[in-house]
Antibody
Framework: QVQLVQSGAEVKKPGASVKVSCKASGYTFTSYGISWVRQAPGQGLEWMGWISAYNGNTNYAQKLQGRVTMTTDTSTSTAYMELRSLRSDDTAVYYC???????????????????WGKGTTVTVSS | DIQMTQSPSSLSASVGDRVTITCRASQSISSYLNWYQQKPGKAPKLLIYAASSLQSGVPSRFSGSGSGTDFTLTISSLQPEDFATYYCQQSYSTLLFTFGPGTKVDIK
């Protein structure tokens, strides 16, 4: 079955970096993109960015530009999200999700996230 | 950036009730709108994509409608397993997605 398996919980100090992995299985990795979404404790969902597993193209949320890097390793069907210069407000659960693209002729391109990892808790504390 | 709002932020309902959640975009997003359900401690689950298309495996009591700036998610007969938080998400801005703040549905 299609699944995304994320790496384990991390505890980091302010100013450090964290790299979360997301290993895909059950589908052709390079046929989809991967979005990263985070959720601070008791808060809503925040979209962080997207990476194409086909060619590595990325789009990042403006507020994270310069601090986040998303990459993929097609040989292992794994996506990575690295966040640098961590602050206490980066404490959150980080999710990866498979992005589906549906092209409807003469109408447009529809994206949605249909499969999600279980999440990785990142705690930033001194 | 496209901003998303949802109303109400929370609601209390009983099993069997018809529940409607509204999502509004700060500009027209055509039908580029998805809905997700999230239960405590769990990852979100896709319910509806492209405003009104039901994701495979999602019960038919869930439906979505709307276009432009105003959208609704309707649960025709609330079931015990439907108590959760619901989020809308726009995909109009290609690969610059945003979520609404969420609507929590709990037991009356």
């Amino acid at each position: 079955q299609v699944q995304l398996v994320q790496s384990g919980a991390e505890v980091k100090k302010p100013g450090a970096s964290v790299k979360v992995s997301c290993k895909a299985s059950g589908y052709t990795f390079t046929s989809y993109g991967i979005s990263w979404v985070r959720q601070a404790p008791g808060q809503g969902l925040e979209w962080m960015g997207w990476i194409s597993a086909y060619n590595g193209n990325t789009n990042y949320a403006q507020k994270l530009q310069g601090r986040v890097t998303m990459t993929t390793d097609t040989s292992t069907s794994t996506a990575y999200m690295e966040l640098r210069s961590l602050r206490s407000d980066d404490t959150a659960v980080y999710y990866c999700a498979r992005d589906v693209l549906v092209v409807v002729a003469a109408i447009g391109d529809y994206y949605y996230m249909d499969v999600w990892g279980k999440g990785t808790t990142v705690t930033v504390s001194s | 950036d496209i901003q998303m709002t949802q109303s109400p932020s929370s609601l209390s309902a009983s099993v069997g009730d018809r529940v409607t959640i509204t999502c509004r975009a700060s500009q027209s997003i055509s039908s580029y709108l998805n809905w997700y359900q999230q239960k405590p401690g769990k990852a979100p689950k896709l319910l509806i994509y492209a405003a009104s298309s039901l994701q495979s495996g999602v019960p038919s009591r869930f439906s979505g409608s709307g276009s432009g700036t105003d959208f609704t998610l309707t649960i025709s007969s609330l079931q015990p397993e439907d108590f959760a938080t619901y989020y809308c998400q726009q995909s109009y801005s290609t690969l610059l997605f945003t979520f609404g703040p969420g609507t929590k549905v709990d037991i009356k």
